[in-house]
């Protein structure tokens, strides 16, 4: 297979087994040994079948001259430079400049496999093929978004039209108008949280226990039932249920309205059937921690938090680097604090997992200056774990702003991209213009 | 001699042939299933029913045009018996523009361009919507951002040229004023003066510091801390000085509003005032009672002060785009402040409830830890508050390790946009040290300009010796070889003459940005300031100069009145020499290539110095400059009205607008035929009907002329959108351009001199030079044209027509050259 490549320009007769192809005003005379070596492809198929058989050949060529003895087609020549090549060396790279896409395009024209593509072009690829079936998504989802009504019955009807008010903010004003109640309900909602520990604002309840402020408890449960109606709404006109049912977002929502419910319910059976008291405050207790949901709501609205929670998932890898990183390095440098201040009479390294506190501090440069060294060993040793807890953050933390960049930018170019699309698919049927005839 | 013959059989198909009958055009397509599309040199190959895909398109037109004409307007050039079609266009869009006819899907090459590939687009009548998906979020990142960027630098130049001065009393004193102010690079008066304002800020941030050290201050009668007096002495120096500048400022800005409402002037104000406002509270409330409130209000104006260190912006190019950074930035900032703002709300919750049962804890509620989830999170840790118990410590650490990421992740963007910003700056800024430097020289009477007034007179003395030479023998025989020049010396004039209706006709060419473009730009600069610094009085140079024109007009003005007389033949010899030379300085000659953008520029301009330039030798012409010479002999009256729409166009712009109509009108107009008597046609059409009749030539001539007149392709319906598009980018461009090459002149002279003041120096004697170098310029597009059309044609041609008028390449420039001498002699006398 590895011979020499013959020279792919000779002039001279043409003479059988030797073929001369015009592609697109480029002139090229091949040989025939050399293309049988792909059977399969188009020029092979030429070759053989160049008898004076008209039919076939228009089939498989755009143009014949037969005083010449040239077939024409009516390809990109620049493309078919690059396709040559796996005639010669059995391998194709993509011409840079070229898009991969339309090279594909070209290489099934002239029926030659994909595998003979090299990696590093696979790679370019896929990446490109990546990147266009993410905006096919995001241009069905606007689809989606524009298709006219086409339910029949009524109440189809109005589960679209609450779907798009609840779920598509751009789509119209009201729909507008709802998102940013939503948005401010939200921001309400987590500022009462905060406000309502302060124990100024605290009120005594007949057990004499401060709790919140009753105004402030209204103000929330008015936020809680805002939620409660948008939840409800978006789930009733949704098209799929169970799709629904399990989206992130829709389940921080459920998160954040469950626990005030939980709360309410346990009140009352409290009250009503005298449970224990004291294990139902812990029940509630706990499910006020859970109130703190409610303000990943707001990725909702921002799409640079979306962006955020995307990047983190895109780099896992780089995060649980990160965590090990540190791992080894608290329990390195704790361990090796504990020893060296177990000298040291009035030490504040107990125990070596009290020292995973400091380890911690210490690697991340906060310094609480809560426990600190005492020893001059302990004090070398904080320096090294202060500077190994630098290089154990900044590391993996590159990969990761990376891929955050990337989205960021990619984000970005989805959207124009997108936007394009649509108005490239309105052009195309509104106006009725025909792009492609088909070949 | 036989050489010219063959260029007159391979240069052009229009000299050898009439224009094809539709017949031929329609055989010429139904006999080949193939066309062959030749772009800017790189042939492609086509079939036909792949072009008509898209009908609509310039391609798709094609197909459909059976006349002469009508193809003429879709191509530039074409031959039926190769059956190819010539497009003057870049060849490397192309590629991807034929393979949307093959494939239907439109892409764009990695290396292009985005600009110059939307333009591609609208030659070829394709609407860049149809750019694939993923050439698409490129290509429009790349449009959107350069058009930003053009948008940036033109309201950049707008500032910079906004100062005027004409409006009020003592404008000059004001701009120098002005210029001392804000200026600090114009002299070292002004640099002096900056150095002691930047002096003055520093003084006065200090002594606002040491103010509130104890020990300097005194107590007064309600036993308060007040001001030291010394510190007080020197604040108020320190005020007096800025106000003084302010108000020097403020008086001598061109606009005032605009210089009120500049986000630099609004600081140095607020650095004052809080001063005056202090003075007038505490002057005014002197009782006792309203004191204590006074002094609170006092104590709020006095923090106040602390933005005059902001002053320091007007002297550092790295504070201002740290404050231009973060105000295009404000997304990422906003993004950076959520984060964290969420990871607080968080954390500071989690804390809460981790905490809040330990005894004597310092998380009291959330809002009490929200400032350990700060301190904790940007990784500064006081310690003041710090958590206790194992839920907390976990919580803590976490919140650690959240933090550092929050904050990581939108600052590369942010760092992105400040260092792209401030490389922009520091651009800029050398751009404008360079146009201040060649701003002085002129003032001064530059060297680089002198230098180059006498070389390019030297060049012009050299030029008059050698035509003199050899130019004799040429118009007196009336060989046969020299007959069997006159046709091409015909074509080629004629079609020079409307070369430069061809050239604003097509934008395109205009737009055309190589490398030779740049220079060409900077070269022309260079001739007028050349220009400039002879109509100033006082010079030396230009008496020289012009003594050394008078010369040679004199010996010049003698051959020509020879020649005066003579048949039509001779000055048919005349124009031969011209297109000989302007091949030739076209290939040879880089200073004359230079001139060739110009027609970009003042297209009104051109005409006139052209029309009148030309034939100049007869002085009643001289002064219907912008009839038509030889139309003008017969039919000066008639001429004369078309001056004032040429004339009156105040922006070389409008100017190119104008001659739309007229370009399209011409193309109406069958070739030849039509005397010049027709009085809205332009002036360059009947000059070369006349010329054609008169001449006694086959009709080939004017074929070849319709035909090179033609060039500017243009697809019909978008052409109103073509235009304004194109004068967008053509300014924009040669704004751009004139930023990176720091030849900072031109602009000035497309945007600011009025063309008016062109067309003028058609006119005023003193202008000579222009006008001279102005001549040369239309035989250069007659090189231009002819190149192109031989294009299509073995290289031979071409290579031997070069080869053939090196012969004597300056021998044809002199004509051109003594007539502008002698019609500024004409003028002067």
Not at chain 1, 354 to 361: D, T
Not at chain 2, 61 to 84: A, F, G, P, Q
Not at chain 2, 530 to 545: C, E, F, I, V
Not at chain 2, 585 to 593: E, G, L, M, N, V
């Amino acid at each position: 297979m590895w011979t020499v490549p013959k020279p792919k320009y000779r002039r001279g007769s043409c003479d059988e087994g030797e073929i001369a192809v015009n592609i697109g005003g480029v002139r090229v005379e091949l040989f025939g040994d050399v293309l049988n070596r792909y059977p399969e492809s188009r020029l092979a198929e030429l070759l053989n079948c160049s008898t004076q058989d008209h039919e076939v050949i228009s089939s498989l060529c755009d143009d014949f001259d037969p005083g010449r003895k040239e077939f024409y087609f009516d390809r990109d020549p620049d493309a078919f430079k690059c396709i040559i090549d796996v005639y010669y060396f059995d391998e194709i790279h993509i011409k840079p400049g070229i898009c991969p896409i339309c090279f594909i395009k070209e290489m099934e024209f002239w029926k030659i496999d994909q595998c003979v593509l090299d990696e590093c072009c696979k790679s370019y690829l896929s990446e490109k093929e990546e990147e266009l079936t993410e905006i096919a998504n995001k241009v069905k989802v606007i689809l989606e978004d524009l298709e006219v009504d086409r339910c029949i019955t009524r109440t189809q009807r109005c589960q679209r039209f609450l779907w798009r008010l609840m779920e598509k903010p751009g789509s119209s004003l009201p729909a507008r108008v709802i998102a940013i109640i939503s948005f401010l309900s939200v921001l309400v909602s987590a500022l009462v949280m905060c406000i309502g520990t302060i124990p100024e604002l605290q009120v005594k309840n007949v057990d004499d226990k401060l709790v919140e402020h009753p105004t402030l408890e209204g103000i929330d449960t008015a936020c809680m039932l805002w939620f409660t109606a948008e939840y409800l709404l978006r789930f009733a006109s949704s098209p799929n249920k169970l799709h629904f049912t399990l989206s992130f977002m829709n389940v921080i929502d459920f998160l954040a309205i469950m626990p005030f419910y939980v709360v309410l319910t346990l009140t009352s059976l409290g009250t009503a059937s005298m449970m224990e008291l004291a294990n139902v405050q812990q029940a509630v207790q706990a499910l006020r921690i859970m109130r703190i949901a409610r303000i990943f709501k707001l990725a909702r609205h921002s799409s640079g938090l979306q962006t955020l929670t995307y990047a983190l998932k895109s780099s896992l890898k780089e995060l649980g680097l990160l965590l090990m990183y540190m791992g080894v390095g608290i329990f390195v440098f704790s361990a090796l604090a504990y020893t060296m201040e177990q000298s040291h009479p009035e030490t504040l390294f107990s125990s070596i997992p009290q020292s995973f506190w400091w380890a911690i501090i210490t690697m991340t440069t906060v310094g609480y200056g809560d426990i600190y060294p005492k020893t001059t060993l302990g004090r070398c040793n904080a320096a090294v774990s202060f500077l190994c807890g630098v290089i154990a953050i900044a590391l993996p933390i590159h990969p990761i702003i990376n891929n955050f960049v990337v989205v960021y930018n990619k984000q970005k170019v989805l959207e124009t991209a997108a936007k394009h699309e649509v108005e490239l698919m309105e052009l195309k049927n509104g106006r009725g213009v025909r792009r492609k005839s088909s070949n | 001699m036989e050489k010219s013959l063959d260029l007159n059989k391979d240069a052009s198909r229009s000299t050898s042939s009439l224009p094809p009958e539709p017949v031929d055009i329609i055989r010429s397509k139904s006999c080949y299933r193939r066309v062959r599309l030749n772009v800017g040199g790189l042939p492609h190959e086509v079939l036909w029913r792949t072009l008509d895909r898209l009908p609509r398109t310039r391609l798709g037109k094609l197909r459909d045009c059976n006349t002469h004409d009508s193809l003429m307007e879709v191509c530039d050039d074409y031959n039926l018996e190769e059956n190819e079609y010539f497009f003057d266009r870049h060849p490397g869009a192309f590629t991807s523009i034929l393979n949307f006819y093959r494939t239907g899907k439109l892409h764009m090459m990695e290396e292009m361009c985005a600009l110059s590939f939307s333009q591609e687009l609208d030659y070829w009548g394709i609407d860049e919507i149809y750019l694939e998906s993923c050439c698409q979020a490129r290509y429009h990142q790349k449009k959107e951002q350069m058009n930003e960027e053009l948008k940036r630098e033109a309201d950049n130049m707008k500032d910079r040229e906004g100062d005027e001065f004409d409006n009020t009393c003592c404008a000059e004193k004001r701009k120098k004023l002005w210029e001392l102010l804000e200026k600090p690079g114009s002299s070292v008066a002004a640099k002096i003066l900056a150095i002691i304002s930047i002096l003055f800020i520093v003084l006065s941030t200090i002594a606002l510091s040491l103010n509130t050290l104890p020990e300097l201050q005194e107590t007064d009668e309600f036993g308060q801390s007040s001001d030291n007096p010394q510190l007080a002495h020197v604040e108020a120096v320190c005020i007096a000085w800025f106000t003084m500048e302010y108000l020097l400022r403020f008086l001598s800005s061109p606009n005032k509003w605009k210089f009120f409402k500049g986000p630099l002037n609004v600081i140095d104000l607020l650095a004052i005032l809080p001063y005056y406002v202090t003075i007038f509270l505490t002057e005014s409330n002197k009782s006792v009672l309203q004191f204590q409130n006074v002094r609170r209000v006092v104590q709020i104006f006095r923090i106040m002060r602390i933005l005059r260190i902001l002053k320091l912006a007007r002297h550092s190019t790295g504070l201002q785009s740290l404050g231009f950074t973060l105000k295009r930035s404000y997304n990422e900032l906003g993004l950076l402040i959520l984060f964290l703002a969420m990871g607080i709300m968080i954390f500071s919750s989690l804390v809460f409830f981790a905490e809040k049962d330990e005894e004597d804890t310092k998380f009291k509620s959330i809002p009490a830890s929200f400032w350990w989830a700060t301190i904790t999170m940007t990784t500064v840790g006081y310690g003041d508050i710090y958590p206790k118990t194992l839920l907390g410590k976990i919580v803590g650490g976490l919140c650690c390790i959240a933090g550092v990421l929050v904050i990581a992740l939108p600052i590369p963007i942010i760092v992105n946009n400040f260092s792209e910003f401030y490389k922009e700056q520091k651009r800029q800024e050398k751009a404008l040290k360079r146009r201040e430097a060649l701003e002085r020289a002129k003032r001064n009477g530059s060297i680089v300009s002198m230098n180059l007034k006498e070389a390019f007179a030297r060049s012009a003395e050299l030029m008059d010796v050698v035509v003199e030479k050899s130019e004799r023998p040429h118009d007196n025989h009336l060989s046969p070889s020299h007959w069997k020049w006159t046709p091409k010396g015909a074509a080629s004039e004629t079609s020079s003459n409307r070369s430069f209706n061809a050239h604003e006709g097509s934008p395109d060419k205009g737009r055309d940005t190589s490398p030779q473009r740049i220079n060409v730009q900077k070269l022309e600069e260079m001739y007028n300031q050349m220009a400039k610094t002879q109509s100033q009085p006082n010079l030396n140079a230009k008496d020289r100069g012009s003594r050394a024109g008078k010369q040679r007009d004199e010996i010049e003005l003698g051959a020509i009145q020879d020649h005066r007389p003579t048949v039509l033949g001779t000055r048919e010899g005349v124009g031969d020499m011209k297109s000989l030379s302007s091949i030739d300085s076209y290939i040879s000659c880089a200073t004359d290539f230079q001139e060739n953008p110009r027609f970009t520029h003042s297209p009104a301009m051109d005409i006139g110095l052209q029309e009148s330039n030309r034939f100049s030798h007869s002085p009643a012409i001289v002064f219907s400059q912008h009839g038509n010479a030889k139309a003008g002999q017969q039919i000066t009256g008639e001429r004369e009205p078309m001056l004032t729409p040429i004339t009156k166009p105040s922006y070389s712009e409008n100017a190119r607008r104008f001659f739309f109509p007229g370009n399209s009108s011409k193309s109406i107009i069958p070739k030849g035929g039509c005397r010049s008597d027709r009085g809205s046609g332009p002036s360059p059409l009947s000059d070369s009907s006349v010329q054609s009749d008169n001449s006694l030539l086959s009709p080939e001539v004017s074929v070849y002329t319709t035909a090179s007149s033609r060039t500017p392709p243009k697809s019909p319906e978008s052409t109103t959108l073509a235009a304004t598009v194109f004068t967008f980018h053509d300014s924009s461009i040669s704004k751009y351009i004139d930023a990176d090459t720091d030849d900072d002149e031109h602009l000035r002279d497309i945007s600011e001199a009025s063309p008016s003041e062109r067309l003028l120096a058609g006119s005023s004697p003193k202008r000579s030079i222009n006008i001279n170098y102005q001549k040369g310029t239309n035989h250069l597009e007659t090189a231009q044209k002819m190149l192109g059309q031989n294009c299509l044609f073995p290289n031979e041609g071409i290579r031997r027509v070069v080869h053939e008028n090196h012969v004597g390449p300056e021998m044809a420039r002199r004509p051109k050259v003594d007539r502008g001498r002698q019609h500024t002699l004409d003028k002067g006398l």
